[in-house]
């Protein structure tokens, strides 16, 4: 039996939490189990009785996801200043980590080795140092007076660059492969609109009714990218 560890600093706890619920599929698959534990760190234990490797690289896919929108998310928001309601600099944010979500993540991926202990805070603070500095520029790119309308024009352009498709149903986002995406979780809370936006999609299928509320955001940033049925 194989152990691993995967810990964060206890403010982080949502982010363990993130991870176990990601990986309970994998880690069941490997005839394995998993324990959230909550101390002076917040940790997942996990055993595994086989497929160590597969569940290796799961494990360091999502991890590089909690670095590359859940911490990044905290960075932009500590150090952006635009004169912008919260829910716009909230979607700023959501559409800043998915401009470069990728590279962002193929990044992370090359900084993490396969271990049997995994802090997270400390993958951040000692590893990615070139990263955050990357993230500098980017917020010294985006001016005080960056208005409604700049934002709109960033998600026409971000939203043109992209072939992704997403789907949405009942209030749920949808992937290419049908798979649920939860990532806005890694931002506070899981909320639609953010989704949409880390999702870097390019097109959004509606598969139902939505609020009009949401309808009002897809013609705003989506226009006719957003299909509905």
Not at 3 to 24: C, G
Not at 193 to 213: P, R
């Amino acid at each position: 039996m194989e152990e691993i560890t995967v810990s964060d600093d206890k403010a982080h706890s949502a982010y363990i939490t993130y991870l176990y619920n990601r990986l309970a599929e994998e880690v069941l698959r490997a005839e394995g189990s998993a324990l959230l534990h909550f101390d002076d760190r917040a940790a997942l234990h996990i055993k595994l009785n086989k497929d160590s490797a597969r569940v290796q690289s799961a494990l360091q896919r999502e991890i590089a996801e909690v670095l590359g929108v859940g911490y990044k998310n905290k960075y932009l928001e500590e150090r952006l200043a635009v004169s912008l309601s919260k829910r716009e600099r909230k979607l700023l944010r959501a559409a800043l980590i998915a401009a470069d979500c990728e590279g962002d993540a193929a990044f992370i991926r090359r900084k993490i080795t396969s271990s049997s202990e995994y802090a997270i805070d400390g993958i951040y603070n000692f590893r990615l140092g070139r990263l955050r500095e990357k993230w500098d520029k980017i917020i010294g790119y985006v001016p005080s007076g960056f208005s409604s309308v700049d934002l709109t024009r960033f998600c026409e352009f971000l939203v043109g660059e992209s072939r992704n498709k997403i789907y949405l149903r009942d209030n749920v986002v949808f992937g290419e492969n049908f798979a649920p995406l939860r990532r806005s979780r890694l931002t506070g809370e899981e909320d639609i609109e953010t989704e949409i936006l880390l999702s870097d999609a390019g097109f959004v299928y509606c598969l139902g009714d939505v609020t009009d509320e949401l309808s009002d955001f897809l013609q705003k940033y989506y226009a006719e990218r957003a299909i509905f049925s």
